[in-house]
């Protein structure tokens, strides 16, 4: 069996520019290809009528255009409310899969995506992590999450378009830091048909403290998150084993108070309850001390539900008892709503599995 070209989308720009100057093209014209792939979509090279007919068959020759492939769609719309919360079955060129999410609300169209197919850190609450790490995600794949859920935007609602994106689906961004960063610029770029501000762009953390100095010192103004879980050292081990004990909490304060500093932005720490694990008073108490060291607001997540795992969510009353003493302590706290349970397609239940049901397109 032959082999396939290697995919133009996976290249950075700078790869692509390396490409495209080894042909004996001008620097320009990468930026050309890159505009045609990222804003004008071409599926074939044939499309890019700006480049010469010599230069399309040069890469033909030694390139393919490859984007994902769509292998299911599931919906789950919230009773008596308007928001939806959709989810794709994505399928890579080498032929792994990861899931992304739109969430659908009156104002904003959020975009999930993932940065990894798998992961590698086996927090003992996400369905994720049981599947160890396949591989990172190119910065063309990423992008093509997006397209993909915009896609479908564009297509039901005239004049729609995703509003925000969060690096929140499968895999630890951090772990894949340049990636996320290029995909970053290019959904960002003013130039593009599709273009988003900084500011409507989220990367969620486990706390990988070298890359969250690396992301203070970036020019971009996204927003950071950081899954916290519990602001016990031992506990959070038990939770996050692998992220707590490669970056302890007293390091991680540390860095956060560094990168606030330096960025002016807040960080939101993510708090996922569960019962009787990290929902008591003391936890609260920890966990309020942590976080007034820095520019910070705290969002509490229910936990939901994995098949094989035994946490519990809280009940409201213990949720609202938690809060009131976080904002007691004159913290900044809201509680975030969990979308797509039923499609398992909320908070650390992604997950891909040679079994899933691919006939609903």
């Known amino acids: 069996m032959t082999e396939p070209l290697p995919n133009i989308i996976d290249l950075t720009l700078s790869e692509l520019k390396s490409a495209i100057g080894a042909m004996g093209e001008p620097a320009y014209r990468a930026l050309q290809i890159h505009q045609w792939l990222f804003s004008r979509h071409a599926t074939s090279f044939d499309e890019m009528s700006t480049l010469s007919l010599a230069l399309r068959k040069k890469l033909s020759e030694t390139l393919s255009i490859r984007p994902l492939e769509v292998m299911d769609y599931q919906e789950n719309r919230e009773e008596g409310c308007e928001q939806k919360t959709e989810k794709l079955l994505l399928k890579l060129p080498d032929g792994e899969l990861v899931e992304s999410v739109l969430i659908t609300a009156s104002e904003r169209m959020t975009a999930c995506v993932s940065s990894q197919a798998g992961c590698p850190l086996q927090c003992t609450f996400c369905a994720t992590g049981s599947m160890g790490l396949q591989r990172n995600l190119t910065a063309g794949e990423i992008i093509g999450q997006v397209y993909a859920l915009n896609q479908g935007v564009a297509g039901k609602t005239p004049g729609g378009k995703v509003t925000n994106v969060v690096f929140m689906g499968m895999g630890e961004p951090l772990l894949n830091t340049d990636n996320v960063l290029e995909a970053i610029e290019t959904l960002t770029n003013a130039s593009y048909s599709f273009s988003l501000p900084q500011k409507k762009i989220s990367v969620s953390t486990i706390g990988i403290i070298p890359e969250i100095r690396r992301l203070a010192e970036s020019p971009l103004k996204i927003k950071l998150a950081v899954s916290l879980h519990s602001a016990e050292q031992q506990k959070r081990?038990?939770?996050?084993?692998?992220?707590?004990?490669?970056?302890?909490?007293k390091d991680l304060k540390k860095a956060l108070i560094?990168?606030?500093?330096?960025?002016?932005?807040?960080?939101?720490?993510?708090?996922?309850?569960?019962?009787?694990?990290?929902?008591s008073p003391e936890d609260a108490r920890l966990l309020?001390?942590?976080?007034?060291?820095?520019?910070?607001?705290?969002?509490?997540?229910?936990?939901?539900s994995i098949n094989n795992v035994k946490f519990k969510p809280v009940s409201c009353a213990a949720r609202e008892l938690f809060q009131r003493s976080l904002l007691d302590a004159g913290l900044h706290v809201t509680v975030r709503k969990s979308y797509g349970t039923p499609i398992n397609a909320a908070c650390g239940q992604l997950a891909t599995t040679g079994n899933q049901n691919r006939n609903n397109l």
């Open 288 to 304: 309020a001390r942590f976080a007034r060291s820095f520019l910070c607001k705290i969002n509490l997540i229910d936990y939901n």
């Open 258 to 279: 560094e990168y606030t500093t330096k960025t002016g932005r807040p960080v939101t720490l993510v708090y996922m309850l569960l019962k009787g694990v990290n929902d």
């Open 237 to 249: 081990e038990l939770l996050m084993p692998l992220a707590a004990r490669l970056y302890p909490l």
